[in-house]
Structures are given as structure tokens and as C-alpha cells.
């Protein structure tokens, strides 16, 4: 049975700001408790101070202080990318499990020391990926578990935005200019680029929709404005048996998808050997083909159900029950997924098709 406990969660650094969603999530759980946040700059904790209805005495600069004053079960974390490990071996001592904001890591050493520091610990740790509680997504695949397209073959995904840096409170803004980007750790190549903020997605969800079976050939090219060292656009394929996927990312897209879809769509298609699903981010309903409709039927998505409405909602449960965290939250989902990651980029950094990557 679950427990009654409500969980002590804070949230730790605020790099990248979908900690904003998640500290909503905390807020909104009746079994979770806020209390406690922390970014060495003020200003970036403002807005969830506002909507959380944060206490002055739960805001911190200094982390450790943050902690140890505060004692989370839970430590929610929003590093840059290429600073996941580092800050899972931070925290990780102070006995807590963490909730961490996609990518995992911005490399599969980086992914395995974040495994290393959890296990030590003897704590638990899951990695969010936004994409993985869209009702479009999870509808796909309860579709697939029910066999309506028969066995997966092919995923084809496209995703991105305008800029991770976009001034998105101002309506009127322009497109970021090359200094602003060379000034943001978005563009570092510790972590940066389109690659490693929107691969990673393409590649971890897909290997939850193929039940965690691993392509066995990677072959990846990438593009972006000269002057900058990371890329804004990338195409990789992948081999999964006799046939090929492929996984477009790309800063740079007409619109932003969660205002107005860009084409190409942002989202995935999938082809199995009786049928295909075209799920698209924020989509209302997905599209369906068959035998029986070769036309195409459309299918409104499904309407979430606790507790696997959100992804704090979920880790709780998780924590509550005992139960195994699975699904692209799950660490050798996203384990999968970086090894998809890292492979791409060496393949294009080394230019020629690589086999999957190890270590």
C-alpha cells in the first residue's frame, strides 16, 4: 500500500528552465512538499518564488545551505547539460533520490558516473524526458504494446525550436545573434547544440517504443551557422536490423511547436509491419493507418491518469510503492539513448557510418 508520507522536495539549480514546470508539479501534488530552492542567481528563481508561493526563508543561493537546512527526500535538478554529473555527485551524498531534467548526460562517461554516485548513495535517480508525458506519445505507444501496427520497424522523428535562447516574453523579439550565442552555455560544446538538447529525446523514446532493442549502426551529419562550435541542425540513422531510422534535430525552426507547429511537424511517425502512427507533440489526436483504414484513422489521445499524469507525480509513486521506474524515465532506457547520442556524434564529428558505442 502507499505510504502517507508527503515528501520534502527542493529544487537545485535553475540552468535550465523547465525546473519551472517541475517545481509546478511539486506544487500541485498533494503528497509533495516544496521546501526548498536554490540558484547561485536570484533572478532565475523569481518566477517560480511567485507561482509556488515560495517562503523567503525556502530560497537559497547556496546549495549546500539549501540541503542541509531544508533535509529533501527528493532533489529535483535543472543543470546545464554538460554539469548532470557533477550535481548528481553533489547531492547524491546527502542521502537523497533525484529527479533529473533531460538529457542525461552530455556523454555516456558522464551518464555512467551520475549511475556510479546513485548507487553508492543506494538511492534511486530518473531522468525526465518532457516529450515522454505528451498524450500523444504515450497513446502511440499503448498502441503499440496492443499490436495495432504490428511489429515496430521504423521511427522517424523530427524535433527542435527557435533557439534554446529565444526571448520568448517578448513578442516582438528577433532571432538571437551569433554573439548572443556564443555567450550562452547552449552553444558550449560541453553539453550544447541541437544534437545533444533534442537527440536525445528521438533516441530514448524510440527505444521505448522498440522495447529497448539498440540500433546496431549510427551514421549522423550536422549544420549551423559558421562561427559557432556546436551545431543547430542534425540527421541520423539508424539501423535496426534490415531496416533504418531517422532522427532530425533543429534550433532554428520556423515556430516554436508548443505555439504554432512548424513543418516539418515536430513529433514522430512510426511504421510497423501492419501499419503506421504519425504522434506529433501537442497533438489533439494521432493518426492511425491499417489494413482496415489504409486512409488513415484519426484517434483523439488519451486522457492521462495518475500516477502517470506528470513526471514528479510519477517518481513518487515509484518511491511509494517500491515500483521500477520504466519507460524513458528509466536509466538503462536513457542509457540506451546517450549511447544513440554519442555514437551520432562521433559519426559526424569522424564523418563515415560508426557502430554503436560502448563506453
Known sequence: MPSRKKWR???????????????????????AELVGISHHDPEEMQDVIAACEVPEDRVFTDW???IEETRPDVVVLCPASGAHAEWVEKVAPYGVHVLMEKPFAANLAQADRIVKAIKKAKHRLAINWPL????SHRTAYRLLQAGRIGDLQEVHFYDGNRSPIWNRADP????PTLADKKSSWFYDPNGGGSLVDYLGYGA????????????????????????LRVDEQSVTIARYGEWLSTFHTRWGTFSDPWMDQPQPQ???VLKGTKGTISNYDYAPTIRVQTARHPAGKIIAVD????????????FLHCLE?????????DVKVSRIGQQIVDTAAASAEQKRPLKLLTR
Open 303 to 314: 486522457k492521462l491518469k495518475k500516477p502517470q499524469q506528470n513526471p514528479v507525480q510519477y
Open 321 to 329: 510503492t517500491n515500483a521500477p521506474i520504466e519507460g524513458p524515465l
Open 132 to 135: 515522454a508525458w505528451y498524450p
Open 266 to 268: 515536430c513529433g514522430f
Open 64 to 66: 549546500k545551505k539549501c
Open 172 to 175: 516582438k523579439a528577433t532571432a
Open 204 to 227: 530514448t523514446l524510440a527505444t521505448w517504443y522498440f522495447g529497448g532493442k539498440k540500433p546496431s549502426e549510427i551514421t549522423t551529419v550536422t549544420g549551423g551557422t559558421k562561427g
Open 9 to 31: 522536495i527542493a529544487g537545485i539549480n535553475f540552468d535550465f528552465r523547465h525546473m519551472d514546470q517541475l517545481l509546478g508539479c511539486v506544487h500541485r501534488e498533494r503528497n
